[in-house]
């Protein structure tokens, strides 16, 4: 019979134990996620192999064994032709399903195609999805130059493109300080994105109501946003424009915010009702 101390460390083993799978487990969930999430802003041309590599930072051999697997289960489909991977049908099927709950396409598709027409510049519905935006509507204006930094399916960490910006800025200042404590946007996107300077344009957001991102991405390419709200006020969408620098005037910007502010504030109270 084991001493008290002798159950004691048996449990604490176990605890660990437990708390080893728990981890492993978080990690494969974590290396799927990423793998479909680098698949599917790939579309719709899909993705080699070893992109999925290189845009998950997982080696070749582990990546392809994630696809593979979620081949086996329709999550992604595998073209032999082109050699490139693509989301699945089983993916379509569920996104069909969730879209009655997140899925607002439908109620803001009017208002995008609005901004553009109004505007001349090519027009955008993000969402939010955990510290991230991703883009899923595209509607062109007639003005001939454009910018093609958005397009659907594209994602960014909050506060890098406007609409990030213009959701960041309307979460409570608990959770925009939590985002810029564990996220360092410099590596990927420069000095320009330190945390200081996503805050400096956060308030810069809250004074105007409408973010305004200029040509941090790509030089000359300007954008602006405004914060769409669900339900329970939270900032889950945005409605942005994209264009060239000479388009966005310090006479025109605020016109153009107030277009967007117009429209957001048009699907947030179609959304609350």
Known sequence: ?????????ASRLSAVHNMDMAVAGAQV?????AVLRAVS????????????ADATGLSRPTAHRIL???????????DSATMRWHLGPELYLMGAIAAERYDITDVARESVRAIAAATGESAFLSARRGDETVCLLREEGAFPIRSFVLYEGVRFPLGVASAGLAILSYLPDSQVEDYLARTDLTQAFGAVHS??????????????????NPGLLVEGSWGMAAAVF???????????????????????RPQLGRLLLDHAHRISQQLSR
């Open 195 to 212: 945390a200081d300077e996503v805050r400096a344009r956060v308030r810069a957001t809250r004074a105007t109501g409408f973010a305004v």
């Open 68 to 78: 593979s697997s979620l081949a086996g289960d329709g999550f992604v489909d595998h």
């Open 1 to 9: 019979m084991l001493s008290k101390f002798g159950r004691y460390v």
């Open 230 to 252: 669900d339900r329970t006020s939270r900032p889950a969408w945005a409605l942005s424009l994209t264009g060239v620098e000479s388009r966005f005037t310090p006479e025109r």
């Open 29 to 33: 969930v974590g290396r799927v996620a």
């Open 41 to 52: 802003a790939s579309m719709p041309g899909g993705l080699g192999t070893s992109g999925v």
